[in-house]
């Protein structure tokens, strides 16, 4: 079996719920667009539907058919993505992650002082930061996706649009091109695409 | 114990069986570690003692039980491993004696866990 890339999502119950599901599925489908095996789930042991808790989300890249199914959790995710800030401070985010991994963080606050909370970042090889919510400013909240419903709402119109767009650019797994053909604000991915801040750690 | 129990008779069950209404649990003295929510707060109630009167309305209204009045002291005191943010205490003082900061702010105060409970 081929490699399978593990990418965890970390966001907080109904108020970034909504956003974080958007995260994997629009990683996901882009994806997906360039011949990509994927996967991508919502939590399944996480309390989504409670005001603030964390909440997990989870995609997976292969380029063969991925055969791990039934298995509702990244174990050694190599990328990290941080929706709410202040989650580093509170919980071991690169958990299982193996050394050289990523963490990209939705904050306006500077790298340096993100790494003071992140007691483990030996792990990682890269960290970026993007500004999303001084970006977009956008926090859809919407349960109509969760839980297996029918998301009505559109994919990619508030902060994970620039967060997808700051992954593409940190990660180089996906090409921005295919984002923009499934993300509702473009211009929004666009800017986290160009804005995200980049450092590379010994 | 044999019980008289109108519309039913007489019920016995045996003493070994008997288990207090509410079933057995430890009555939590002050905390209970295993339901430790700080990590959920993005902001923290942070305090201004010269503005608070002690009037008892955070401690009143907090879901969590997360403020203590502190009689020696005459001072309220904030409980930071179970307080998760939600703000309503902040909403209710009638004071203005407290304020939302983000946790961010603070190098400490949050117990870091390994994984969501
Ligand atoms: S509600 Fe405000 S004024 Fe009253 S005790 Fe609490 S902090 Fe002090
Ligand atoms: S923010 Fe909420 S949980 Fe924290 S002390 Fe105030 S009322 Fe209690």
Redesign the pocket.
Known sequence: MAKVHEITVWARGVIMDKEGRDVINIFAEAAKMEGKHVQAFDNYEDLPDRVLVTVRKYVRLSDEEIEHKYVYGNDQPEVVVVIEATIVKGIDVLLGMKKGGTLIINTNRSIDSMLKFIPNANLLATIATVDADGITGVRTIDFSGSEGGVDTSGIGKGIAAPIVGAMAKVTGMIKKENLAKVVSDVSGMERGYKEVKIKKLG | MAKELPGYGTINVPKERQVPFGAVTKAPVCTQQLFITSNWRVVR?VKDDEKCTRCLI?YM????A??IFKEEEDVME?VSDF????????NECPSDALTAVPELDFPDGVVRLDKPF
Not at chain 2, 61 to 64: I, Q
């Open positions: 109630p955070c209204s907090c879901p969590d997360c403020w904030w307080c998760k943010g939600c703000q309503i205490c902040i």
